[in-house]
């Protein structure tokens, strides 16, 4: 099989994994191609564009349902998605860029592992007004390596008891979605034109992957396998990632 093979494989099974407890997969697939050794400018753009496909539809989904608390939400990407663009402007070398990539996989493999509640709480913690402010740094971060964010909020937000869990998820796919849009934008005005040529030939498949990966994942997965399984399965692939990606940095 190809590398572009191998790569649309594992864009694949990650979008499906991470659609399927509702966030968008961005760091890994920054990770995959970094391990690939493309040009590790193009990773953001790349993984920004997947993670906009994976989590639109489910951002979709929750608006239709109703479970979007807008007035909440909309606070929380107002702090994060300006920071996101200023990230993605902000220039980085390679081995810093491929060092926080992997510090990054690391984080999000320990937060996958923190139980997510189930039901609604009875009331917020003392804590649950100040966790917008933590949308801000969250953003930079996101936009700088091209990740959306989302998957270090929801936990902060579950600890705080800041909305019932589905409004949770709702907010954090929104968040994701919106951040990666701004966090493309800043990349794309960061770097030469001529990068988005090659940006845009390396992940059309990879784009079509998780499409498809998304849905699966999104529709089907939680009907095969326990929430918490998915989750502890796909916090130890990340982890994996992580930890070769830093050995490598």
């Known amino acids: 099989m190809s590398l572009i093979g191998v790569l649309a494989a594992g ?39 997947c993670n906009i496909v994976v989590v639109t539809g489910g951002t979709i989904r929750f608006a239709r349902a ?3 608390p807008w007035r909440k939400a909309l606070v929380i990407v107002m702090l994060g998605a300006p920071a996101s663009f200023a990230g993605g402007l902000t220039p980085i070398k390679e081995a810093t860029f ?5 510090a990054s996989l690391v984080l999000t493999s320990l937060t996958m ?5 189930e039901q609604a709480a009875d009331t917020p913690t003392r804590f649950a007004r100040w966790m917008p402010l933590a949308a801000a740094p969250l953003g930079y971060f996101a936009g700088l390596v091209g990740i959306g964010g989302g998957i270090f909020l929801a936990p902060l937000l579950h ?10 998820a709702a907010s954090a796919s929104l968040f994701i979605l919106v951040n990666s849009l701004f966090g493309l934008a800043g990349q794309l005005r960061k770097n030469d034109p001529a990068l988005l040529g090659a940006a845009i030939e ?13 849905q699966i994942g999104s ?13 502890s399965l796909t916090a130890l692939l990340v ?5 070769r990606l830093l050995m490598g940095a």
């Not at 399927?20 to 391990?35: E, I, R």
């Not at 089907?220 to 929430?227: E, G």
């Not at 982890?239 to 930890?243: E, F, Q, S």
């Open 11 to 49: 864009f694949f099974v990650t979008a499906l994994l991470y659609a399927s407890v509702g966030f968008g997969g961005g760091s890994t697939y920054s990770a995959l191609l970094a391990l690939s050794k493309l040009d590790y400018r193009l990773l953001p753009l790349v993984s920004l564009a």
């Open 66 to 68: 109703g479970l979007t």
């Open 98 to 102: 491929l060092m926080l990539l992997g």
């Open 113 to 117: 592992l923190i139980p997510v509640r």
């Open 159 to 168: 600890l705080a008891r800041w909305h019932e869990p589905r409004g949770i």
């Open 202 to 214: 390396a992940g059309l498949p990879l784009l079509v992957a998780v499409a498809i990966g998304g």
């Open 219 to 231: 529709l089907l997965s939680v009907r095969l396998l326990p929430p918490h399984w998915i989750r």
């Open 239 to 243: 982890l994996v990632v992580g930890v």
